[in-house]
């Protein structure tokens, strides 16, 4: 079978020139039934994240679900050595002294769920990348200056490429790009 020449495309990225159009193409794009699109702007913009409906991020669990086994570790572990691999009966005391547990449970929780945020932000922003498509577009190195730009992914289920062309040309954009895969 022959390779097809035609170019393989991460998406289509529209240009906009105020954070207001950004916020309005975002929630024409969600309300359109796109999912898999992205924004970029220069700087925060507490509207769109609303408008782009984005408030799956799985982090808070992980990092949760870490600290939690970290307390476990930290806490199983002193168990285990005070009570099984060496028991020491100091002046009779107890050999399960919970209070004195409670400063290394705390610490494992906190080095567990540290490294374990640190690790999994970078994992589900797919770092490190240190080439993407969207820069072969010459005018999205403006995306950290004065730029904003939205970008619909060929990723998404609904993805068509001249159908995506049209919804983008309503929004009003100042540029559409092409944005072919590496």
């Known amino acids: 079978m022959k390779p097809s020449n035609r170019p393989r495309y991460y998406g289509v990225l529209a240009e906009f020139e105020s954070p207001a ?3 309005a193409a975002a929630r024409a794009t969600h309300n359109a039934g796109y999912r898999k699109y992205d924004a970029y702007s220069p700087f ?14 799985p982090i808070s669990k992980i990092v949760f679900f870490a600290g939690l086994t970290g307390a476990c570790v930290g806490f199983g572990m002193q168990v285990y050595a ?3 691999h060496y028991p020491m009966n100091i002046a009779g005391r107890p050999l399960y002294a919970w209070p004195m547990f409670i400063p290394i449970t705390f610490e494992c929780t906190v080095a567990f769920a540290a490294f374990t945020g640190v690790l999994a932000m970078l994992a589900l922003n797919g770092l490190p990348r240190p080439h993407h498509p969207l820069f072969n577009v010459p005018s999205f190195s403006q995306a ?5 730009f939205l970008c619909i992914e060929s990723a998404d289920p609904k993805f ?13 954009p100042m540029e559409i790009h092409d944005v072919e895969d590496d």
């Open 44 to 57: 925060p913009i507490e509207e769109l994240a609303e408008a782009m409906h984005d408030h799956k991020n």
């Open 160 to 172: 068509d490429l001249d159908a995506v062309h049209r919804f983008l040309e309503g929004l009003k």
């Open 21 to 23: 159009a950004l916020v």
């Open 82 to 84: 005070n009570l099984v």
């Open 144 to 148: 950290t200056q004065s730029r904003f």
